[in-house]
């Protein structure tokens, strides 16, 4: 069976659930991989910098840029060619504010501890960014959406390449999740309601 299959039998806050839980899987596939992998715990310590131009130069505006970037393209693009089952609606489109700010936060955290800190910080850019593409399986029959998050992966994997800052891929990541799920909540430029980072794989 098709996810997007699966995505249509179960219920809204059934899916808000199994997005909060493949995350805290992600951040346990973290913590052991970095066990496995790295010399000791306290090589995350040089993963992270309070630099608050890099953040802002590398994180912020890149994050600004992906989102306007993305909702032109929905603008325009017809909607069959993003359209993924509409989880990423049902996701967002009844969440308050907050709730919005911490489950994307906890998603860019995840994500990003995972696919950069651990990931591209052992095996390198260009794996890590296809692994991260990959994971999004509901984006593998749409060609559009497959090289979107392709370019978010490799945008997002080249900043961590110029920085090695884990606060700034963190920023860029929950920036373009939390703007665009407030796209969705708010119905800011029609139904924008397939392109937030939302794993669901």
Known sequence: MKQSDLIKQITDQELR???VYSQLL????????????FDSFLDWTSLFAWNVKEIVYYGVIPGIVIVVIDLILIRFVPETYYDDGGANKRIFSNLQVHHIFFLT????????FLFR???QTTF???IASIVFALVHVRYLQKPVLLISVLFVSFLIGYMYELTGN???TVTAHFIVDFLLGLAIR??????????????KS
């Open 105 to 112: 936060l906890l998603i860019a955290i995840s994500e990003e």
């Open 17 to 19: 659930r199994a997005v």
């Open 26 to 37: 992600f951040l346990a596939i973290t913590i052991v991989l970095s066990w496995i992998l």
């Open 186 to 199: 708010y119905k800011i430029w029609g139904d924008v309601d397939e392109r937030v980072d939302t794993r």
């Open 124 to 126: 390198g850019f260009i």
């Open 166 to 168: 884990l606060l700034v």
């Open 117 to 119: 800190g651990v990931i």
